[in-house]
């Protein structure tokens, strides 16, 4: 008789945890584990793969050489948050709806087509830890449906700077004090078979090994608010003390200083440059930026040294051949080329971002190879969801790339878009993008948005909080948003438009928009955005929920 208890007992228990986590499926050869992971405002050219000399990533960099690099990948919107959701879902910005700027959250119903959350469904293991810049449920931030959607879940919401105990009690059992020593010491502690990291919220105490698992991993480096907050403490490793700091590092090529800039890249009227986020004046003088760059090169060395890390854990726990390795970033920033600071544009220096994918499973004549195919970040979960052998959601827009990382496939995309809609009181205007390998065409819509600088001198009279004035999202906020994202495809006209030669001019400095003899070119990409924006918007209303200052939500 108490055996008979005992074993209905442990029958609930393991019915219960079944309807929790979704069904089982035992790990076999072809159901592969993932590492995914995701650095902050790294723009293509950053790391010896991609061409940079002097910042030292030898094990990226033999990621690279071991599995495929992507030459051409893009974001679909060059800031945190909307970039961030679009690769958890899979889609552009308009469809998600979710953006600083939009007074909305991810709703329950979008976020279970996430990749994680079918991934978890279908009997993954799932971990997420660092940087979770993606405002999920009722309340955003703090619903705790992001943090209860993982097995395994260490990570802060929002900005985690460079040393989150600062910030985040979630870290405070941690060893290290800097950023990334912390995610790297999560990211092993997922990867064991004994969870022993104190403060991490997990459903199970060790990573069960008969089933598959895909762990994410976010940075908040090498943004500014990780680098900007380095302050040499004792306890930091010597990459973030003296690293580069005996050499000379050479200022960005096309960069030009604040006082020397004589002719705008745009007009006055599109981009409001003097409505900039003051966060960003440190590309205005050579000096600072220099100071800048040198803390960039030490975190993404630092980065390099954590993946070097993974990958010899993974060998030790003899997974290493079973799992497919992800890296890329959110978007990139400028760094004063052409006298421009900040990101939120669609420039290549801000959507065009390294990507590396290494399966070791593929073969070897299939390993080891640049693809100059062009792929964008919405196609990263679709093509996780292909090796794993689960349907990928309807609600999906990007591809599997599965092709083009086991042989030389065709190309998956002809065109790339790229948005921004986080136009704002900091000068930054509507945009929409299309490209194919060679050409890109660039709109922009009229800025009307009224200047931070009158923001921040009025709560300066009046003694209210500067950053309640510039960041809280009220609920008219949600109207001028929605109008944002539907507006071209109502047939707003643009104010301005560029035409660029990207294959012979990379960095984009000749606006060819007014050369009769690209007529052809233009109209075709001009046929190729509108389809592009229709695909983007989708059909249906955004599955999101109200997150403003006026039902409680405090600025990411």
Same mark, same amino acid.
């Given at each position: 008789?108490?055996?008979?208890?005992?074993?209905?007992?442990?029958?609930? +228990?393991?019915?219960?945890?079944?309807?929790?986590?979704?069904?089982? +499926?035992?790990?076999?050869?072809?159901?592969?584990?993932?590492?995914?992971?995701?650095?902050?405002?790294?723009?293509?050219?950053?790391?010896?793969?991609?061409?940079?000399?002097?910042?030292?990533?030898?094990?990226?960099?033999?990621?690279?050489? #071991?599995?495929?690099?992507?030459?051409?990948?893009?974001?679909?919107?060059?800031?945190?948050?909307?970039?961030?959701?679009?690769?958890?879902?899979?889609?552009?910005?308009?469809?998600?709806?979710?953006?600083?700027?939009?007074?909305?959250?991810?709703?329950?119903?979008?976020?279970?087509?996430?990749?994680? %959350? %079918?991934?978890?469904?279908?009997?993954?293991?799932?971990?997420?830890?660092?940087?979770?810049?993606?405002?999920? $449920?009722?309340? $955003?931030?703090?619903?705790?449906? &992001?943090?209860?959607?993982?097995?395994?879940?260490?990570?802060?919401?929002?900005?985690?700077?460079?040393?989150?105990?600062?910030?985040?009690?979630?870290?405070?059992?941690?060893?290290?004090?800097?950023?990334?020593?912390?995610?790297?010491?999560?990211?092993?502690?997922?990867?064991?078979?004994?969870?022993?990291?104190? $403060?991490?919220?997990?459903?199970?105490?060790?990573?069960?090994?008969?089933?598959?698992?895909?762990?994410?991993?976010?940075?908040?480096?090498?943004?500014?608010?990780?680098?900007?907050?380095?302050?040499?403490?004792?306890?930091?490793?010597?990459?973030?003390?003296?690293?580069?700091? !005996?050499?000379?590092?050479?200022?960005?090529?096309?960069?030009?200083?604040?006082?020397?800039?004589?002719?705008?890249?745009?007009?006055?009227?599109?981009?409001?440059?003097?409505?900039?986020?003051?966060?960003?004046?440190? %590309? #205005?003088?050579?000096?600072?930026?220099?100071?800048?760059?040198?803390?960039?090169?030490?975190?993404?060395?630092? =980065?390099?040294? &954590?993946?070097?890390?993974?990958?010899?854990?993974?060998?030790?726990?003899? +997974? !290493?051949?079973?799992? =497919?390795?992800?890296?890329?970033? #959110?978007?990139?920033?400028?760094?004063?080329?052409?006298?421009?600071?900040?990101?939120?544009?669609?420039?290549?220096?801000?959507?065009?971002?390294?990507?590396?994918?290494?399966?070791?499973?593929?073969?070897?004549?299939?390993?080891?190879?640049?693809?100059?195919?062009?792929?964008?970040? =919405?196609? =990263?979960?679709?093509? @996780?969801?292909?090796?794993?052998?689960?349907?990928?959601?309807?609600?999906?827009?990007?591809?599997?790339?599965?092709?083009?990382?086991?042989?030389?496939?065709?190309?998956?995309?002809?065109?790339?878009?790229?948005?921004?809609?986080?136009?704002?009181?900091?000068?930054?205007?509507?945009?929409?993008?299309?490209?194919?390998?060679?050409?890109?065409?660039?709109?922009?819509?009229?800025?009307?948005?009224?200047?931070?600088?009158?923001?921040?001198?009025?709560?300066?009279?009046?003694?209210?909080?500067?950053?309640? @004035?510039?960041?809280?999202?009220? !609920?008219?906020?949600?109207?001028?948003?929605?109008?944002?994202?539907?507006?071209?495809?109502?047939?707003?006209?643009? %104010?301005?438009?560029?035409?660029?030669?990207?294959?012979?001019?990379?960095?984009?400095?000749?606006?060819? +928009?007014?050369?009769?003899?690209?007529?052809?070119?233009?109209?075709?990409?001009?046929?190729?955005?509108?389809?592009?924006?229709?695909?983007?918007?989708?059909?249906?209303?955004?599955?999101?929920?109200?997150?403003?200052?006026?039902?409680?939500?405090?600025?990411?």
């Amino acid at each position: 008789m108490i055996n008979r208890h005992l074993l209905c007992a442990i029958s609930l +228990i393991v019915i219960g945890w079944g309807i929790h986590a979704g069904p089982a +499926i035992s790990q076999t050869s072809n159901r592969p584990n993932f590492v995914f992971v995701l650095t902050d405002d790294q723009s293509y050219g950053m790391m010896g793969c991609d061409g940079n000399e002097i910042t030292q990533t030898p094990n990226i960099d033999q990621l690279a050489k #071991d599995g495929i690099y992507f030459d051409r990948a893009y974001v679909t919107s060059a800031i945190c948050t909307p970039s961030r959701i679009s690769i958890l879902l899979s889609q552009f910005e308009r469809k998600h709806g979710v953006n600083f700027n939009s007074g909305t959250s991810v709703a329950p119903e979008a976020w279970k087509k996430s990749y994680p %959350v %079918v991934m978890r469904s279908n009997g993954y293991y799932t971990g997420y830890v660092g940087k979770n810049h993606a405002p999920i $449920g009722d309340g $955003g931030y703090t619903s705790g449906l &992001m943090d209860k959607s993982f097995d395994y879940f260490y990570a802060g919401h929002g900005h985690i700077k460079f040393y989150p105990k600062d910030h985040h009690d979630i870290f405070m059992s941690a060893k290290d004090d800097t950023q990334i020593e912390i995610v790297g010491e999560s990211a092993t502690d997922f990867l064991s078979n004994e969870h022993r990291l104190e $403060g991490a919220i997990r459903f199970l105490n060790s990573r069960p090994t008969d089933k598959p698992f895909c762990l994410s991993i976010c940075l908040n480096l090498p943004h500014d608010a990780g680098t900007s907050t380095m302050q040499m403490r004792n306890s930091d490793d010597e990459i973030y003390k003296t690293l580069y700091r !005996d050499i000379s590092i050479p200022l960005p090529k096309n960069y030009v200083a604040k006082k020397d800039i004589t002719t705008p890249k745009l007009p006055a009227d599109v981009l409001k440059t003097e409505e900039r986020q003051t966060g960003y004046n440190w %590309v #205005d003088e050579p000096k600072d930026l220099t100071e800048r760059m040198t803390r960039q090169m030490q975190a993404l060395t630092g =980065i390099d040294r &954590m993946i070097g890390d993974i990958r010899s854990k993974l060998a030790a726990e003899g +997974i !290493d051949k079973n799992t =497919i390795i992800i890296f890329s970033s #959110d978007h990139g920033q400028f760094q004063g080329q052409q006298g421009l600071g900040g990101k939120a544009l669609c420039y290549e220096q801000t959507t065009h971002v390294p990507m590396i994918i290494f399966n070791p499973a593929a073969a070897e004549t299939a390993q080891g190879h640049r693809r100059s195919q062009l792929v964008q970040s =919405i196609d =990263i979960a679709p093509t @996780m969801l292909d090796y794993a052998g689960i349907k990928t959601p309807d609600e999906f827009q990007g591809k599997s790339l599965r092709s083009l990382i086991d042989g030389n496939g065709d190309a998956v995309h002809q065109y790339i878009f790229t948005e921004n809609l986080w136009s704002t009181h900091f000068g930054n205007p509507r945009i929409e993008a299309v490209q194919d390998k060679r050409w890109k065409y660039i709109r922009y819509y009229k800025n009307q948005n009224f200047p931070a600088s009158v923001k921040v001198r009025t709560a300066k009279e009046l003694n209210i909080p500067v950053n309640a @004035m510039l960041y809280a999202v009220h !609920d008219d906020g949600i109207a001028v948003y929605r109008h944002y994202a539907e507006s071209s495809l109502a047939g707003e006209a643009a %104010v301005y438009e560029e035409l660029y030669d990207i294959e012979n001019d990379p960095a984009e400095l000749n606006n060819l +928009i007014d050369r009769d003899h690209h007529t052809d070119v233009l109209q075709r990409l001009k046929k190729a955005w509108n389809q592009k924006l229709i695909e983007a918007r989708g059909k249906g209303v955004p599955k999101v929920l109200r997150y403003t200052a006026d039902n409680g939500a405090k600025p990411g």
